[in-house]
């Protein structure tokens, strides 16, 4: 059963950063594309950023400010989040794709 915990939230002003750990157990990371994915107050889950092999995407929201890696020997996966803007204050979630049981994601508060 695949298990995903997300910790590494907290409350930062604006233009700061962060970096959200995902842990991830029953799968192994490497052999999957993983996603994370964020849910603001009010509006639906959107995802946020992909890494596939050796490979990554984001979203045009993100671009250029968000990174997402992956630890093998850790079976971790992270999103460094750089300039971070109050819009971007959300719960935060990592999954497989595609996706299965959701974890208890991680809150990012953007505030001055």
């Known amino acids: 059963q695949v298990q995903l915990v997300e910790t590494g939230g907290g409350l930062v002003q604006p233009g700061g950063s962060l970096r959200l750990s995902c842990g991830v157990s029953?799968?192994?990371?490497?052999?999957?594309?993983m996603n994370w994915y964020r849910q603001a107050p009010g509006k639906q889950r959107e995802w946020v950023a992909q890494?596939?092999?050796?490979?990554?995407d984001y979203a045009d929201s993100v671009k250029g400010r968000f990174s997402i890696s992956r630890d093998n020997a850790k079976n971790t996966v992270y999103l460094q989040m750089n300039s971070l803007k109050p819009e971007d204050t959300a719960v935060y979630y990592c999954?497989?794709?595609?996706?299965?049981?959701w974890g208890q994601g991680t809150q990012v508060t953007v505030s001055s």
């Open positions: 999954n497989k794709n595609p996706p299965g049981p």
């Open positions: 890494i596939s092999g050796g490979s990554t």
């Open positions: 029953g799968i192994i990371v490497s052999n999957w594309v």
